[in-house]
Structures are given as structure tokens and as C-alpha cells.
């Protein structure tokens, strides 16, 4: 049987549906050892902000039960560098690629980011990163106000023709209040979930385990929560969801394409097996063919409720 | 670096808490460094989470050795892997120790300094190296926890002792035992090389800073993937954060900041 794995996210059309996330994949070259880069749906590229960011000091990760905290900081060289040093090895692989981007002090840098990465021909889509809680000095996240949510959404809007993502934070009451705020101001598929907020303790040091003291924390522990997400939004909007939190295995990724996502990313798995992603390729297949599905989009929110 | 499962050819009790493991990876073996590590999973389940770093011990034909000490659960449940299980290792990974592996004039020393379990990576290092004069200075806290002096010995080093209480050596740190030897030997060894706790590491990298002689050590710091994908493992260095897994684990000393 011929299966159909292609999925669109906005004007962007994936061959698969697994795609790698922001902050879990470097710039793609660290796993060019591992797996052939040219098998994912698409690529997401390490945050970007304007200018560069030296991020936390560490401590800057630490193991938790069944997953982990990150307070990485955004740790990027900034937007000139990445096009110089880091973009040219993504656009070669000949896939999607997705450049995350991030403000540091203001918004407006990301109408800026925007508009430069717009005039770039080989950055496929943007990922509005509004949900990142490592920045200090942040009182509270974009993605944590609908409004906030809305304004800068449609400011990105304005400038760039490219298929835009919008990455919402978990850490919030009503994650479907802000995916319609995305969704309104013009937003093309949302990526949910970011990191949630966490933190873990040495006992006998009696203080943080990380420099930062709180983090994102990510893995199988908040699958669940993840998930939850996407089922909500996925029964609110009509805009793609790339769904993401936890997934390590087929089964965890299927878990997610019923539960209403159109395409997932990879994120934590990659540190612990650089072939996760592959490997969920195949797995989608071979689940495709055993239940006699001709289409993964026949998958997507397809729970029986 | 590549990612393989590996066949366990032996893993027993080396000393104390010291464990001692062999494991069957021919890619790796082919391509190691000294100073180089490899990133273990160590279970098929999400407790440990993560995979765990190990310093190559050594290499023997297509065999990578490592030697760990029991700290915590990852290192419990490796201690319980039985020949012939096989394990999902990465490697080789990280930049290692640069060394000089022509044969030197007899009055150029290398000195190689190691602070506990600090000895694992530093014993494939003394093998690698071509020179006469090779001293390890070798740092414990009590004499049950020297490490490696026998192997040591066998790659053609001598070996000096400093133990925290006295009970064999030196009675003080490694790094007081190295100021000693610097000062006893006269004339400036051609390099300096180091592994173990970080006081101990920042201690060497002042003494060899003040008498002007190279000096490289391998740095830890918690990891998370192990192949420069996160950005977890960075240390301060002259140029700003590096990751120990990618530019490092080995730095030259002076790069570092402290």
C-alpha cells in the first residue's frame, strides 16, 4: 500500500510530518554523524535573536524523573552569524527549514528578525519563539497574555509572506484563549507545547540545581500535559498544530496525530537517541500499513470519544 | 563519533568503588583519542533519563575500556551489566589532550597529573605518549583510593602519590605534590596534564600559569546529550562559554577561566 505521509503547515509542504524542535537539534550539523538529515519533514533551527546571546551560566541542565530542566538562556551568536556560519549547512540538507526566532528587550526585534529572514529565499517558515521561560528579566511571557499574543502575532504578520508558527507556553490557564488570539491575527500552524516551568534541588547543598534556579522543563514527564494541550486547542482552531512534549517513540508520536496534531517535533529524545526522529518515520509507516491507513491525514484527531 | 550498541566483554569491582568496564566497539576504538569520552545509555526504560559520560581508559585492539567509580544511579546500574549484554554507546566524542607521540630528548619530563577518579582518561594518555620521562602524579584521599598505579607504572611512567591523610605519599593535595616536584626536578617539563576534581584542576592550572610550562586539562560539567546539540556543558573560557562536550572536555589550561 502507498502511504501518504505529506502533511501542509501554511503554505509549507512537508514530505513527513516529523519534524525536529527548536533548541533540541543545534543547527543540524550535530547529528549529520547520526541520521540522514534529508529523511525529516523539516528542520528547526536553534532560537535566533538580533544580537548575540552568551545565555545562563551553568549549571544549565539537570535530570528529573523521566525528563529534564533546561535553563539554557537562549545561547545563540545572533542573526548575522547564523546566516554566515550556521544557515548555509541547513539550506544544503534540502529540506524545510524553520528559523526560530526570540526578542531579548523588545518586541519590536521581532518584527525586525522577521523582516530580514523574510528576504532570505531559503528559510521556509518562521517560528515565533513567545514562550521561551529562560529569559531573565521577563516578567511574564508573551504567550501568557492573548492580547501580547495577538499584537505581535499580527506585527510578524505584516512583514513576512512566509508561513509563520506561533510556539505557545504551556504555563498558562487557558492555552486555547491564546491559540485563538494566534490564530486571529493571522498565525499558520501553532507549535504546542514549550518547556514548562520547573525546578529541582540538592539537598545536601540545599540550593538550586540549576545556576538559574528555575527552568523549562521537558521529556516524557510532561507528555501528558502536552497532549492534553493539543486536544484542547485542536477542538478550537482550525490552523495545523505541530505538536510536541515528550514524544520519544512511535507510540508516543501516534498519540499526539490523534489527539489533533497535523505534524510533531522531536525535541529531549534527540539528546538521548539522535535517531528518534528516523525512527518514528518508519514507525508511522509500518503503523500506516497495519492498521490499512492510506493517509497520515486520516490519523490526525481521529480520537474516538 | 557513531552511535552502536556494544557488546560488554568484562565489567568487574577494579578497587573499592572503582569499577573497571570493557567494551567490544571497533569503530570507536579505531577512532579514539586520548581524552576523549563516550555517552552511554544505561537503560531501556526513563530512569536514568539521560545518557552518562565516560573518559576513554583506554584502547586495546577493538576494545574501549573505561573506568568509573559508583557515584550515583547511572553508575549503580552499569556496575550491574554482565558480559555480554550489550549497551547503546556514542562516540568517540569531545576534543582530547594533544600530545606530543614522537619520541622526545630523555630531559624533556611530561608530567601528568590525576585527582581521583580523575586517573580513568589520563591512563591512555601516558600509553599515547612517546617520551622517557614521564612522571604521574597521582592524587587520593586515602591510600585505598590511589588509582592506576600499577597500570601506570606499566606504561613506562613513575609514579609519585599524595593522599589527603598521609596514608601513602605526600600527605597534602596533588597540586601541593606537583609544586614540590617542580621544584625538586629544576628544569621546566614540556607539558602538563590533568584530570580531576576542579579545585584540584584550577590549583594545577595556577601552578603551571606562574612557571610558564603548557598545560592542558579535561573539564566536567553536567551533560545532557553529549554531542554539542544542547549548549548544557559550557564552561568559561577566554572567548566565552564553550561546551566541555564539544570544544572540550580537554582545554588548555590558560583558556580557561576559573
Redesign the interface.
Known amino acids: 500500500m502507498n502511504i501518504n505521509l505529506a502533511v501542509k503547515i501554511g503554505k509549507l509542504k512537508l514530505k513527513n510530518p516529523v519534524m525536529v524542535a527548536s ?4 543547527y543540524g550539523e ?2 549529520k ?2 541520521i540522514r538529515l534529508r529523511k525529516l519533514g523539516a528542520i528547526v533551527s ?1 532560537t535566533i535573536t538580533l544580537k548575540p546571546r ?2 545562563n ?12 530542566l ?1 535553563s ?1 538562556g537562549l ?1 545563540n551568536p545572533g542573526l548575522e552569524v547564523f546566516i554566515k556560519d550556521k544557515l548555509p549547512f541547513l539550506s544544503k540538507i534540502g529540506i524545510p527549514v524553520i528559523i526560530s526566532i526570540a526578542s531579548e528587550d523588545s518586541p519590536v526585534e521581532f518584527i525586525e528578525l522577521a523582516e530580514r529572514i523574510n528576504r532570505i529565499s531559503v528559510v521556509s517558515a518562521l517560528e515565533l519563539n513567545i514562550s521561551c521561560p529562560n529569559v531573565s528579566g521577563q516578567k511574564s511571557l508573551i504567550s501568557q497574555d492573548p492580547k501580547a499574543t495577538y499584537q505581535i502575532v499580527k506585527s510578524v504578520r505584516k512583514v513576512t509572506s512566509k508561513t509563520l508558527i506561533t510556539k505557545l507556553s504551556p504555563n498558562v490557564t487557558c492555552i486555547s484563549e491564546i491559540a485563538q488570539a494566534a490564530e486571529a491575527a493571522g498565525s499558520d500552524a501553532l507549535a504546542l507545547i514549550n518547556t514548562l516551568s520547573g525546578m529541582s534541588i540538592d539537598i545536601d547543598k540545599r540550593s538550586a540545581k540549576l545556576n538559574a534556579v528555575c527552568g523549562g522543563l521537558s ?2 514527564a510532561i507528555r501528558p500535559v502536552a497532549l492534553k494541550m493539543v486536544f484542547d486547542v485542536y477542538n478550537k482552531i482550525k490552523i495545523p498544530i505541530i505538536g510536541m512534549g515528550g514524544i520519544i517513540d512511535i507510540s508516543s508520536a501516534l498519540e499526539f496525530f490523534i489527539a489533533g496534531a497535523t505534524a510533531i517535533s522531536i525535541g529531549t529524545a ?6 528518534t526522529s528516523v525512527e518514528i518515520i518508519s514507525g508511522l509507516k509500518e503503523y500506516a500499513q497495519r492498521n490499512k491507513i492510506n493517509s497520515i491525514e486520516k490519523l490526525i484527531g481521529s480520537l474516538k470519544i | ?3 552502536i550498541n556494544s557488546r560488554i566483554i568484562n565489567n568487574k569491582r577494579f578497587k573499592g568503588n572503582y569499577w573497571h568496564c570493557i567494551f567490544e566497539a571497533p569503530l570507536i576504538a579505531k577512532r579514539a583519542i586520548p581524552g576523549q569520552f563516550i555517552d552511554i ?1 544505561l537503560s531501556r526504560n ?6 552518562r559520560p565516560f573518559s576513554i581508559h583506554n584502547i586495546s585492539g577493538n576494545k574501549v575500556e573505561i573506568l568509573y567509580e559508583i557515584l550515583g544511579i547511572g553508575t549503580k546500574i552499569l556496575s550491574a551489566g554482565k558480559k555480554g549484554e550489550y549497551l ?1 554507546i ?1 562516540g568517540p566524542l569531545g576534543n582530547g589532550f594533544t600530545y606530543q607521540n614522537k619520541a622526545k630528548l630523555p630531559e624533556q619530563k611530561t608530567i601528568i597529573v590525576a585527582g581521583g577518579i580523575g586517573a580513568a582518561p589520563l591512563l591512555y594518555l601516558s600509553r599515547k605518549i612517546k617520551a622517557e620521562n614521564k612522571i604521574v602524579l597521582i592524587g587520593a584521599r586515602t591510600k585505598e583510593q590511589v588509582l592506576c598505579e600499577k597500570e601506570f607504572k606499566g606504561s613506562g611512567c613513575s609514579v609519585k602519590i599524595a593522599t589527603d591523610d598521609g596514608s601513602a605519599g605526600f600527605k597534602g593535595r596533588v597540586s601541593g605534590l606537583l609544586k614540590l616536584v617542580l621544584k625538586r626536578e629544576g628544569s621546566k617539563p614540556a607539558a602538563i596534564y590533568a584530570c580531576g576534581p576542579k579545585p584540584m584542576l584550577k590549583a594545577v592550572a595556577e601552578i603551571a600559569g606562574d612557571k610558564n610550562i603548557p598545560a592542558q586539562v579535561s573539564m566536567e ?16 573560557t577566554k572567548k ?2 564553550e561546551r566541555v562536550c564539544k570544544e572540550g572536555p580537554v582545554f588548555d589550561a590558560q583558556y580557561l577561566i576559573w
Do not use: W, Y
Not at chain 1, 59 to 67: I, L, Q, S, V, Y
Not at chain 1, 270 to 275: E, Q, V
Not at chain 2, 46 to 51: G, M, S, T
Not at chain 2, 221 to 236: D, F, N
Open positions: 533548541g533540541t537539534f543545534g550535530e547529528f554523524d547520526f536553534k552568551k545565555g551560566l551553568p549549571p544549565r541542565t539537570c535530570e528529573t524523573p523521566a525528563g529534564m533546561n539554557i545561547e521529556g516524557p534527540n539528546f538521548i537517541n539522535p535517531r | 563519533m557513531v552511535q545509555k526513563l530512569e536514568p533519563f539521560l545518557r547503546d556514542i560539567e553536567h551533560m545532557s546529550c553529549g554531542i554539542g546539540a544542547c549548549l548544557g556543558c559550557v564552561v568559561k566565552g562559554l
